[in-house]
């Protein structure tokens, strides 16, 4: 089983919190669910039985589920999320199930205009979106390390910060290791800035935690940009 995504946008007063994880190889499936104040939002689920029997490795199972993760982000960072609570036009191979909940119909911004159904897949709005954006470059980052961390161990990230499109390394960028939790105030862990190939390692000790739960929050900021990456904490 792969590692998953969670990442918390705050979007017109809005906190949505989207987790994507994959179900295992005994359900080969991929699953994004959005929460708003702890109710689900929407659902999309992507099938990749089909990949293995073609003989791919999970590296490329890792990178649909990234891509399907980041679309779903994009998408509400763009002020989309109507795209994700709306009726689908399914294809065949339309992967994405949506539930309309009365906090869905709310954020959809109501009348007849949310009812519509979209004209394009979520992954097709989310593309045009981008290429609207390639006069202004973004910045994106990946973290390799996050995926065991535990309460009261240190931890050593490996961050690079690359350019979208084009995933060109980013030198100068700041990044910062913080940790959130629902008992204790948050604390900065570590902090770095990226050399001529785009990476930085962040090392530091997770504090221990006897209650609650724990995040570590992992972002960047560059005069082209600012993202950043959320792990949960285990015990």
Known sequence: MLTG????????????????????ASKPLIESLVYVRGEILATRRTPYGDLLQAGAEMAAVQTLMERQHRTIVDAIRAGRINLLTEPPVAGASDTTVSRRSPVAGKLAGGGSDAAKPAQKTLDEVIADWLAEQQHGERIRLRVLGGEDLTFGAPFALEVTIQTTPGEAPVAGAHATARFLSTTMKPAGL??????????????????????????????????RGNDEVKFLIRR
């Open 5 to 24: 995504f969670n990442t918390e946008i705050d979007c017109e007063g809005v906190t949505y919190h989207v987790q994507t994880e994959d179900r295992g």
């Open 190 to 223: 570590a902090e770095g800035t990226s050399d001529d190939t785009g990476t930085v390692l962040l090392k530091g000790t997770i504090p221990g935690l006897d209650q609650g739960q724990g995040l570590l929050v992992v972002a960047v900021s560059h005069p």
